[in-house]
């Protein structure tokens, strides 16, 4: 029966694919792909495992099913820059926690720093700044930059932040899941003894960490932040922030997604919300499907989300196979739905405040966009809900960039006056 209900699920998306191709106008596919590649497209938040950029996952051969990024893929997609992610889940509060994650920390930007000064170097260069992504475009090469999310990264060592620069950081989330010492979480880790609230808000700590992070020229991210954290982050910042990877409320209440409230302070920030394709946070996900993830988690032996962010390579691959086979039968959210959010977004403060980030490796991927080669999709998406080319090469990666360009010059303005 399961299998019956999968072959059917197989066919009804073959043929809901080819229906929507069908109805796709020739002129509109011809002016998308026309501006597609003459932008530049930037995706904020793309995660990388452990073993990135080594013999088994070298980002050179195209797509395995348990990856949604590789380089042949990029190209094909026309993705021009993404921020690869410095990810450390959330651990004890302790030397050895703290130590665990810098190390895990390390692993990865050394992983990155080997795919864009080794491996692929010919085709990606590491970005430091917005001209850089200018002129990678230019040259017709694609590039990374570095982000990190969550804090828990520095433990409680501000000095670290000016080492991360250095290493080629360049947006800082401040939380994951569960909270730390620079603040609060959106979604407290009950196995870690969160309460509902710890800090209220950014902690001493926290303050001290983004006014580094003004200084130093790294954007403050308040995604996984509380609301508190996010709005103190957000008002007290001197630079813009980004919300690197988030949708909104007004959509879909999850306490993942910005309220209003937030996007009002965005805006008077001159921040952007990257608008994230997470199915889980872009809609309702129904209880059948629910329940069909957790037994499939159950039987990996996955006890609870965080168990999600220290799986091994092959209980990763099985687990990417097993969510693959339940979307079969349970679709995920389309492309309609995240320009839902964008649409919202633009709407309540304005199209200079919205980018795109897909988290692909982290959980992203939705129907239409499931990986770096579906890209196009996006700005086709975009075109046929009636934006300019001036407004889709904002919300694809202008916005971003004008952030990184004013985060850098406040930092020029603090360094030059402390000369
Ligand atoms: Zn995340």
Redesign the pocket.
């Known amino acids: 029966m399961i299998n019956m209900c999968r072959i059917l699920g197989v066919v009804l998306s073959l043929l809901f694919a080819y229906d929507v191709m069908a109805q796709k106008n020739p002129t509109v596919i011809n002016k998308a792909r026309k501006i597609h590649n003459s932008i530049i497209t930037l995706d904020t ?1 793309i ?1 990388i495992p452990y073993d990135f950029a080594t013999s088994s996952y070298n980002t050179i051969t195209k797509i395995k099913p348990a990856h949604q990024f590789d380089i042949p893929s990029m190209i094909l997609g026309n993705l021009d820059s993404i921020f690869l ?1 410095v ?1 450390v889940s959330q651990g004890p509060r302790t030397q050895t926690g703290y130590a665990k994650a810098l190390s895990d920390g390390l692993i990865k930007f050394r992983a990155i720093h080997r795919l864009t000064t080794a491996i692929q170097k010919k085709n990606i260069v590491l970005a430091l700044s917005a001209e850089q992504v200018r002129n990678a475009h230019k040259d017709g090469k694609k590039s990374a930059l570095i982000g990190i ?1 969550n804090g828990y990264i520095i433990g409680t060592d501000l000095s670290l932040i000016n080492k991360f620069y250095k290493l080629g950081a360049r947006y800082f ?1 401040f939380l ?1 899941f569960g909270h730390n010492d620079l603040g609060d979480s959106s979604v407290p880790n009950i196995q870690l003894g969160d309460a509902q609230e710890e800090h209220f808000g950014l902690s001493q700590l926290g303050k001290e960490v983004l006014r580094t992070l003004n200084n130093h020229g790294i954007i403050p991210d308040i ?2 932040s509380s609301k508190k954290t996010a709005l103190d982050i957000v008002n007290l910042s001197r630079s813009p922030v980004i919300a690197s ?1 988030s949708n909104v409320q007004g959509i879909y209440n999850h306490p993942r997604n910005l309220s209003d409230e937030e996007l009002f302070a965005i805006k008077k920030n001159n921040g952007v919300v990257q608008v994230v394709a997470y199915d889980a946070y872009l809609k309702n996900i129904p209880e059948e499907k629910k329940m069909a993830i957790a037994i499939m988690q159950k039987s990996l032996g996955i006890g609870n989300y965080q168990d999600l962010y220290d799986l091994g390579q092959d209980t990763l691959k099985e687990y990417q196979l097993g969510m693959a086979n339940i979307n079969q039968n349970f679709p995920s959210a389309d492309l309609s739905v995240l320009l839902d959010h964008i649409d919202y977004i633009v709407e309540k403060i304005g199209v200079d405040h919205v980018g795109i980030s897909s ?1 692909f490796n ?2 992203g991927g939705i129907k239409g966009w499931e990986n770096v080669a579906d890209t196009f999709n996006v700005t086709l998406e975009l075109l046929e809900r009636g934006y300019s080319e001036n407004e889709i090469e904002k919300i694809w990666g202008e916005n971003t960039l004008r952030v990184m360009e004013e985060v850098n010059r406040i930092s020029l303005m603090h360094k030059r006056q402390k000369r």
């Open positions: 938040h995660d992610v990810f999310e989330g994951h995604s996984h990877h988290d982290g959980g």
